[in-house]
T-cell receptor, first 113, second 115 residues
């Protein structure tokens, strides 16, 4: 079945540092890939998405590129802010999983001033 | 814009008590989902409803029942609560066109404690 593996946290960075959160996946067919963000005390919200190979999703300075050859969708940001402190979830949906979204376990990001 | 609304936000139950979590969306979405979130476990799907009138089990359905009351509403019921059901529960909806057609929209969550 479909699965998503993302790096364990917490990831602790200083403000303005470069961020990478790794995400790899297993899926049949051609999945759509997503990054969601969860701020403290809130529900998840979509950060960015990509629906086909080589697509790059971007939003709020975050980027991720759909790499079919390495089955990866790593999240990057060039300069993090304290306000980026949150939990980040990688997710996919595919025909092999009947399009039921599958989530990774989440990676906590803590940014210090 | 209300989006996805869940009630209650907090609830404390004693073992064996029953309760229903309510969820409503105003985006005309076909698909609705119930997830639970536990530390270190990420999000796990309890039940989902691909469209009005249908419901299916997810990864962790034991101890829960659901009702898709109409297109807007999808409730989750705990018939006899157990401490293992202490968790944060999220309702989500997606896809005017059905499953897999886009992002999930989440409610703010319902924090349930079973003593």
């Amino acid at each position: 079945g479909d699965s998503v593996t993302q790096m364990e946290g917490p990831v602790t960075l200083s403000e303005e540092a470069f961020l990478t959160i790794n995400c790899t996946y297993t899926a049949t067919g051609y999945p759509s890939l997503f990054w969601y963000v969860q701020y403290p005390g809130e529900g998840l919200q979509l950060l960015l998405k990509a629906t086909k190979a080589d697509d790059k999703g971007s939003n709020k300075g975050f980027e991720a590129t759909y790499r079919k050859e390495t089955t990866s969708f790593h999240l990057e940001k060039g300069s993090v802010q304290v306000s980026d402190s949150a939990v980040y979830f990688c997710a996919l949906s595919s025909s092999g999983g009947s399009y039921i979204p599958t989530f990774g376990r989440g990676t906590s990001l803590i940014v210090h001033p | 814009n209300a989006g996805v609304t869940q009630t209650p936000k907090f609830q404390v139950l004693k073992t064996g008590q029953s309760m229903t979590l309510q969820c409503a969306q105003d985006m005309n979405h076909n698909s609705m989902y119930w997830y639970r979130q536990d530390p270190g476990m990420g999000l796990r799907l309890i039940y989902y409803s691909a469209s009005e009138g249908t419901t299916d089990k997810g990864e962790v359905p034991n101890g829960y029942n659901v009702s898709r009351l109409n297109k807007r509403e999808f409730s989750l019921r705990l018939e006899s609560a157990a401490p293992s059901q202490t968790s944060v529960y999220f309702c989500a909806s997606s896809g005017v066109g059905g499953l897999g057609t886009g992002e999930l929209f989440f409610g703010e969550g319902s924090r349930l404690t079973v003593l």
